[in-house]
């Protein structure tokens, strides 16, 4: 079992960055591939970023590519997405998740954060 909580979420303007942190329990993180998804308001829920269980190989969503930056550090059981030149699009509730696949189908990710919202004005 994986329990995960987020941080790092607030109101920023157009242009601004934020760093969303994902801490989680459990002896097996780093077994598990991370990611993050985001839904915004009357929109399904989305994939942004996974990273595998190593760190070395990633994958984004076309949208954020060159913007977001997704990391891990499985020493302390935390993963990462540093947000810059953020847009109001990327306003969303942030969700970290855990899966034993390194897949962008939300369907593969048994556990999930309780979420975390950014806020982007223009």
């Known amino acids: 079992q994986v329990q995960m909580v987020e941080s790092g979420g607030g109101l920023v303007q157009a242009g601004g960055s934020l760093r969303l942190s994902c801490a989680a329990s459990g002896r097996t993180f780093s077994t598990y591939t991370m990611g993050w998804f985001r839904q915004a308001p009357g929109k399904e829920r989305e994939f942004v970023a996974i990273?595998?269980?190593?760190?070395?190989?990633?994958d984004y969503v076309d949208t954020v590519k060159g913007r977001f930056t997704i990391s891990r550090d499985n020493a302390k059981n935390t993963v990462y997405l540093q947000m810059n030149r953020l847009k109001p699009e990327d306003t969303a509730v942030y969700y970290c998740?855990?899966?034993?696949?390194?897949?962008?189908?939300?369907?593969?990710?048994?556990?999930w954060g309780q979420g975390t919202q950014v806020t982007v004005s223009s």
């Open positions: 990273i595998k269980l190593n760190g070395g190989i990633t």
């Open positions: 998740a855990a899966s034993p696949y390194f897949l962008r189908s939300l369907a593969a990710y048994n556990y």
